[in-house]
């Protein structure tokens, strides 16, 4: 909608032809976007190869489990030195690779230094409908990600860049996790204070993970760090944290994900997450516990009890700049 907004030439694809047939003929995508009209100019395909063949640019928004296999049908049809943008947040599962590693291993003649991702606070429901949005592109090279800048910018929609992809991919995928908290921490009827101290803890840990990972610990204080998260997991549009919320009112995790219809990324980056922090030796406490609530039964109400019963700690475990009893803060 964006895109098309500036006036570019925008194809679809999609593998629904009823769904696609409908964009064309009524401009609307009644399942996803339910009352909202889509700029006339979208058009929408069933056909990669038609999808592509002019294609510049392509902005790549499978989800995290499908990212591999759309870029290998993509792959013949890419035109050489073709700008790729991806607004995917999770992991692949299993390899716990980011989607900009997934997407070059699979583009093997693409510079992998020009792939952009895009994060941010940005649900498509509000996008769709003009409402102000700020996001952020991350790409190494410099003028791959100005380039996906220039394609996005507009009046209602302000675009920054930032060359940590690392720490953009690992914040965007990580609030997941903690929305599902938030929504469940809701769900069960806890207050405001529960879910002020679920995004700042939780913040605190997709952190400490990302920088064990290599990602420039400021990234965590921008759009697809804290932005994203308070988005997330204060939106009644949050599909991760609605799924929560129904666990916290005791719904099980198969009657939320079957009736939901759209992807709730949260549920399968809880386990990577999971995997992460142990291979990087990291503590993960919130999305530890979730872990147990998603796939060891654990009841949501249990697992608050278990989170506020830790052992006592210190606020920043990190290099401190203010020291305790007035001494020097240690280099
Ligand atoms: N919805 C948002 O507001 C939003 C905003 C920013 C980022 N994202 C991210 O974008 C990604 C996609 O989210 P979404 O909201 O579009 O999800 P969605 O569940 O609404 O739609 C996913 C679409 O992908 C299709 N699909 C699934 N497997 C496929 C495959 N193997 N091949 C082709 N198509 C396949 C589904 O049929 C569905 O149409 C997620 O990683 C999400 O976190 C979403
Ligand atoms: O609806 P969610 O929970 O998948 O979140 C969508 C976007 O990531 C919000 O920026």
């Not at 299993?94 to 020009?114: C, F, H, N, S, W």
Request: proline residues 4%.
């Amino acid at each position: 909608a964006v895109l098309a907004d500036n006036k570019l030439d925008v194809t679809l694809w999609t593998r629904n032809a009823a769904q696609a047939e409908e964009i064309n003929t009524k401009h609307t995508n009644g399942r996803f976007l339910k009352g909202t009209e889509l700029h006339p100019g979208i058009r929408a395909t069933t056909s990669m190869e038609e999808a592509l063949q002019d294609a510049d640019s392509v902005v790549l928004a499978a989800t995290s489990s499908a990212m591999r296999e759309v870029v290998s049908q993509m792959k013949p049809y890419l035109k050489p030195g073709t700008l790729l943008i991806h607004a995917t947040k999770g992991f692949e599962t299993g390899t716990l690779k980011r989607m900009t590693e997934v997407i070059a291993e699979e583009l093997p003649q693409t510079d992998p230094d020009r792939i952009v991702v895009l994060s941010g606070p940005s649900h498509a429901e509000e996008v769709v409908v003009r409402c102000p949005t700020t996001v952020v592109v991350a790409a190494k090279c410099l003028e791959a990600a100005e380039a996906a800048q220039d394609l996005f910018m507009n009046a209602t929609f302000r675009v920054y860049t930032n060359p940590d992809v690392l720490g953009v991919e690992v914040s965007g995928a990580l609030k997941n996790i903690i929305a599902l908290g938030a929504g469940m921490s809701d769900g069960l009827g806890f207050g405001d204070n529960a879910k002020a101290a679920l995004l700042t803890r939780g913040l605190a840990e997709i952190s400490r993970l990302g920088v064990a990972m290599g990602a420039n610990p400021f990234t965590f204080a921008g759009l697809a760090g804290i932005g994203d998260l308070v988005v997330t997991c204060t939106s009644q549009h949050s599909r991760n944290w609605n799924a929560g919320n129904r666990l916290g009112r005791g719904e099980t995790l198969d009657e939320v994900l079957q009736s939901t219809g759209m992807v709730v990324e949260g549920v399968k980056t809880t386990k990577a997450a999971y995997e992460l922090s142990r291979q990087y030796h990291v503590s993960m406490p919130i999305t530890n516990v979730l872990y147990k609530v998603l796939f060891e039964g654990k009841e949501p109400r249990t697992a608050v009890e278990e989170l506020m019963g830790r052992l006592r700690t210190h606020e920043i475990e990190e290099t401190p700049t203010v020291s305790w009893n007035g001494e020097e803060p240690t280099p």
